[in-house]
């Protein structure tokens, strides 16, 4: 049976919520203090699996799992395969059906994006496109599968895609107080994201506890701040880096939340 027609407000609860299957893009700055940070030493490998609980107003609505599936050649280079799948529970599927998929490949030399693929179906919606990006003409060429449309458009440079970006982060060498920004492409725009390094703070998820950072990411397109929501969250403090906890708060209602619930795998 087809998804019920909805109204405006439900859409945009359903989008915030498929927002945090780029969970990557919502923790990556944060505010200046004397945090401790150990160095990273590539701290992701083939294996890793993360999987998150996300909650709106206190109800479990769904699942996010982030996986670092391999290693393969794109353009000659060889790239890690990260995907990340968002799905709502069986409850919340039958008001606003999620269950999303992105791929990004990653260089693993660079760790910069190579080839980023989005398959959504959230509620009618649906997307199925790729971005591959040719570094030596600066140029990413993006494709719809679904109308078969094409676009070819400038990049200034090594780039990040809304996945790959968390796990650049997980790689920078973070000092306390440290600003730093980079670039990232979403729906074919480049986003400059900022931001410092923030203080540490030890938490509890689930049963263990951890050091963590708190990171409240800022954005820039064309060289204004982009202002529509707000994001932040914690990452561990340990060389793994890994995203804890992370809320999301939009305008016409409270936050939607993901919290790590296991980890699988990797180093």
């Known amino acids: 049976m087809d998804p019920v027609d909805l109204s405006e407000k439900d859409r945009v609860k359903g989008r915030v919520i498929a927002a945090l299957c780029a969970f990557a893009v919502l923790l990556l700055s944060a505010y200046a203090s004397a945090a401790t940070i150990d160095s990273p030493e590539v701290p992701f490998t083939v294996g890793e699996e993360l999987t998150y609980k996300l909650s709106w107003v206190g109800m479990n609505v769904g699942t996010v799992v ?39 490949y ?88 900022f931001g410092a390094i923030g203080k540490k703070v030890f938490i509890t998820v689930g049963h263990k506890g951890y050091e963590a950072f708190y990171a409240e990411p800022y954005a820039r397109l064309r060289g204004q701040r982009v202002e529509k929501g707000k994001a932040s969250g914690y990452f561990s403090c340990d060389r793994l880096r890994i995203p804890l906890y992370g809320t999301v708060k939009a305008p016409l209602f409270t936050r939607v939340t993901a919290i790590l619930v296991n980890k699988k795998g990797g180093s």
Do not use: W
């Open 106 to 193: 990653v260089d693993t030399q660079k760790f910069m994006s190579l080839k980023h693929v989005v398959r959504r179906s959230e509620g009618r919606y649906r997307k199925n496109a790729e971005v591959i990006f040719d570094y030596g003409k600066k140029k990413a060429y993006f494709t719809n599968f679904r109308d078969g449309s094409k676009k070819v458009f400038d990049i200034p440079g090594p780039v990040q895609d809304t996945l790959s970006a968390a796990y650049y982060f997980r790689v920078m060498d973070l000092k306390a107080g440290q600003n730093f920004s980079y670039k990232v492409v979403n729906n074919e725009q480049i986003y400059e994201l």
């Open 66 to 104: 982030a996986r670092i599936t391999g290693v393969e050649r794109i353009n000659g280079r060889d790239a890690y395969v990260i995907e990340l799948t968002a799905k709502t529970n069986s409850f919340c599927s039958k008001i606003y059906p999620i269950d999303d998929t992105f791929i990004s």
